[in-house]
């Protein structure tokens, strides 16, 4: 969430040269887990990096990336370590598990990112940007080029294909309910020219045809309401459990205390009671687009 503060966490480093093709950008939990293993396995047996970089048959400077977490091992790694620690199986099966960094996400993000792919529903509010689920190629592209400091060219694109990577989500989890309701001063927010308004609304308006996905908007006669401390999501884990997410600028807060999610969930449902109904808001965005 949070391109500039809120619709989709980006990252703010350059993509790597192909210099540095074997580093990771942005090191998962996966491969510094798989990484500690490693060197603990190595240790346990008496081995040096040198030694075991000798038996693995990669250079000590790969051994140490990997053990740091800092390199997707390669195949052939994964079966001269194992051979070389014992043949247990051990790094044969975590290997299997092994995922890339997320460039084009903001650190802060990542977690709340890898929850929504798995969530069994999702809800999200937001009064600054149009939620980055929902938003156009173009919108995306804007947001990210308006940003301070200002993007490489390498980072824009690792940034919007990132975005366009978390809305697939979308299209790939038909089951599974996405709830989002946007202020309509959002939706008003001119940006490009009139072509690029209306391939924004266009995108909002097929995005939120599935029967999966609810689309709400809070009229600019709606008044005060109980959500404006800010943007807030509110997901469901696959265990029931459910949790909350904020964010602000260059920040995100990951929400697990039951009693402040309890809260967020109440203010969530209270402002859906009082926001315009799902045809009412398509409506409102049918109007809007006719306007341009």
């Not at 950008?25 to 491969?31: A, E, M, R, T």
């Given at each position: 969430m949070a391109e500039v503060g809120g619709a989709g966490g980006v990252v703010t480093r350059a993509a790597p040269g192909a210099e540095?093709?074997?580093?990771?950008?942005?090191?998962?939990?996966?491969?510094r887990t798989f990484g500690a293993v490693v060197q603990a396995l190595r240790e346990h047996a008496g081995l040096s990096r040198v030694e075991f970089a000798t038996l693995v048959r990669f250079s000590k400077h790969t051994v140490e990336s990997v053990?740091?977490?800092?390199?997707?091992?390669?195949?052939?790694?994964?079966?001269?370590?194992?051979?070389?620690?014992?043949?247990?199986?051990?790094?044969?099966?975590?290997?299997?598990?092994?995922?890339r960094g997320e460039p084009g996400l903001a650190a802060w993000f990542r977690r709340w990112a890898r929850l929504e792919?798995?969530?069994?529903?999702l809800c999200t509010y937001e009064c600054r940007l149009v939620p980055g689920l929902l938003q156009s190629e173009t919108y995306a592209r804007a947001v990210f080029?308006?940003?301070?400091?200002?993007?490489?060219?390498e980072e824009l694109e690792a940034q919007l294909a990132a975005r366009m990577d978390r809305q697939s989500m979308m299209r790939h989890r038909p089951t599974v309910p996405f709830s989002f309701i946007v202020e309509e001063h959002v939706l008003r927010r001119r940006f490009g020219d009139a072509e690029a308004m209306r391939e924004l609304f266009d995108h909002v308006l097929e995005r939120s045809v599935p029967r999966n996905v609810t689309l709400q908007i809070v009229p600019l006669e709606g008044g005060l309401h109980a959500c404006l401390d800010g943007p807030?999501?509110?997901?469901?884990?696959?265990?029931?459990?459910?949790?909350?997410?904020?964010?602000?600028?260059?920040?995100?807060?990951?929400?697990?205390?039951?009693?402040?999610?309890?809260?967020?969930?109440?203010?969530?449902?209270?402002?859906?009671?009082?926001?315009?109904?799902?045809?009412?808001?398509?409506?409102?965005l049918e109007r809007l687009r006719g306007e341009l």
């Open positions: 540095e093709w074997e580093r990771e950008p942005h090191p998962s939990d996966s491969l053990e740091l977490g800092r390199r997707m091992p390669e195949r052939t790694f994964v079966e001269r370590a194992e051979e070389a620690l014992g043949n247990t199986g051990a790094l044969r099966r975590a290997a299997r598990h092994l995922s792919r798995e969530a069994a529903s080029e308006g940003t301070i400091p200002l993007r490489t060219d807030v999501q509110v997901l469901e884990t696959p265990e029931g459990r459910r949790l909350g997410y904020s964010e602000g600028q260059k920040n995100g807060r990951l929400i697990s205390d039951p009693k402040e999610v309890s809260v967020l969930c109440q203010r969530y449902e209270t402002l859906r009671s009082q926001a315009l109904s799902p045809k009412e808001s398509r409506a409102l």
